[in-house]
């Protein structure tokens, strides 16, 4: 049974910083391209980033330059670490694990405001 389980949300101030984590279970890790998608409200589901099972990583070009994504692989994890956030990043995030298959998480809620 694959589960991806997310943690690290909250709600921070603009200018501020988060890291979101993805523990998976049940697939081989390291095989698969972790990813970060968030979904605000009344918008679709958008790509926010990932990481290849080679460490290649990829961006949206609204987070580029202020968030970083990366992999623990014996731990299972990918993390994504959001700097100096915008009330425009308040979203669910959610972690997905591609290979053949894709798997999501279930999501963690990011609200940037003061």
């Known amino acids: 049974q694959v589960q991806l389980v997310e943690s690290g949300g909250g709600l921070v101030q603009p200018g501020g910083s988060l890291r979101l984590s993805c523990a998976a279970s049940g697939i081989s890790f390291s095989a698969y391209t972790m990813g970060w998608y968030r979904q605000a409200p009344g918008k679709q589901r958008e790509f926010v980033a990932h990481?290849?099972?080679?460490?290649?990583?990829n961006y949206a070009d609204s987070v580029n330059g202020r968030f970083t994504i990366s992999r623990d692989n014996p731990k299972n994890t990918v993390y994504l670490q959001m700097n100096s956030l915008k009330p425009e990043d308040t979203a669910v995030y959610y972690c997905?694990?591609?290979?053949?298959?894709?798997?999501w998480g279930q999501g963690t809620q990011v609200t940037v405001s003061s």
């Open positions: 997905n694990a591609a290979l053949v298959s894709r798997y």
């Open positions: 990481i290849t099972s080679s460490a290649v990583k």
